[in-house]
């Protein structure tokens, strides 16, 4: 059975490859999902080598730390050029016990970004793979979105959402509806697992875009939450209420590469994790490490120089494939 939350013993990962990462050309997708809030796309291309170099290198430090911890590393297919990245395989694959989808991204760039991954499947017998296809019409998209976090970049005409929209707790899943994921979405998600897991969507907290930025999970029983975005337990969905919450700290910001931003100084939220004791942070996040250790919770401090200019850390860069599940 694959991985049926985010924090028990690791066996089995994918990790990105920032190799060949662009932005794409400008159309209506791009603007309203990525860039609502932050002026004009950068002009279309290949990302600086550097960023991409850099990058790669600490995935492969990672990657070297994964092996030294017994896990098993799988890596995007090597031949697959994309439109957009293959840096986040978070964003496309969604793993739910013996369950594989591919989900209807919200950016049209993204449209056939599974292609990197469904060889890495096909060697598991009983896993049942399935894509949801969306035409992603003009119709999708409101403009309205730009310049205002309170309308969100998609409509309900059909159901878009990206992976990273979710959070796993066994049987729970956590669905955020923001500029990523619209209702439409979660309601195709709930179709998709059946009775294996009920869906609560996370609503009125947080735009742009995914939930792993706004909360990780450590534990049964115990979250890490971004205070900028959950401000009182109550905005959480009620079968998370009664959980422990560590407030994360305000962030270290790494900065970006210049004219390359992609996200917030709050991706030091997305830590991810080995086990319940030990989990992977941003290096320059030694107050966030403070607060974890006092949960008695370990902390690898390993670099991402370019989490903020490619909008992905630890969480972002990995799918967790195969746990020791509860």
């Known amino acids: ?54 990058a790669n290198e600490d995935i492969n430090t990672f ?4 092996s030294k911890e017994n896990v098993k590393v799988l890596r995007p297919d090597v031949s697959y050029d994309p439109d957009y990245y293959k840096f986040c395989p978070r964003d496309t694959v969604f793993v739910h016990g013996n369950n594989v989808l591919y989900t209807p ?11 990197a991954y469904r ?18 019409e003009d119709s999708l ?46 309601e195709i998600l709930q ?36 205070p900028s975005r959950i401000k009182d337990r109550k905005q959480l969905p009620e079968t998370l209420r009664n959980w422990d919450i560590v407030w994360a700290p305000e962030p ?13 100084t709050w991706i030091n939220v997305n830590l991810f ?3 319940e004791r030990l989990v992977v942070v941003e290096e320059h996040q030694h107050n966030l490490r403070t607060e974890l250790e006092k949960h008695n919770i370990d902390c690898a401090m390993l670099p991402m120089r370019h989490a903020r200019t490619l909008g992905g850390c630890f969480h972002c860069i990995t799918v967790d494939v195969e746990r020791e599940n509860v």
């Open 191 to 226: 179709q998709f697992v059946g009775n294996t897991a009920k869906v609560h969507t996370v609503e009125d907290v947080y735009s742009y875009m995914h939930l792993d930025s706004t909360i990780a999970f450590l534990r049964e029983g115990l979250l890490l939450a971004n």
């Open 63 to 66: 990657i070297d730390f994964l």
């Open 119 to 136: 060889k890495l499947f096909d060697t598991y017998e009983s896993v049942h793979q399935e894509t949801v296809n969306i035409k992603r």
């Open 141 to 186: 998209y409101n403009t309205k979105c730009i310049g205002n976090p309170n309308v969100l970049a998609l409509n309900e005409t059909e159901p878009c959402f990206d992976a990273a929209n979710i959070l796993k707790d066994n049987n729970d899943l956590y669905y955020l509806v923001s500029n990523s994921g619209n209702r439409k979405g979660a």
């Open 1 to 54: 059975m694959l991985s049926r939350n985010e924090y028990s013993q690791l066996r089995t990962v994918i990790v990105g490859d920032a190799t060949g990462a662009k932005i794409p050309k400008h159309d209506i997708s791009l603007r309203c999902v990525n860039y609502a809030d932050n002026g004009s796309p950068p002009e279309q291309g290949v990302y600086p080598q550097q960023v991409i170099d850099e």
């Open 105 to 115: 991204m919200s950016l049209r760039a993204r449209a056939d970004e599974q292609t």
């Open 252 to 264: 270290v910001d790494i900065g970006h590469h210049p004219g390359f931003n992609n996200s917030s």
């Open 273 to 275: 994790s080995i086990n």
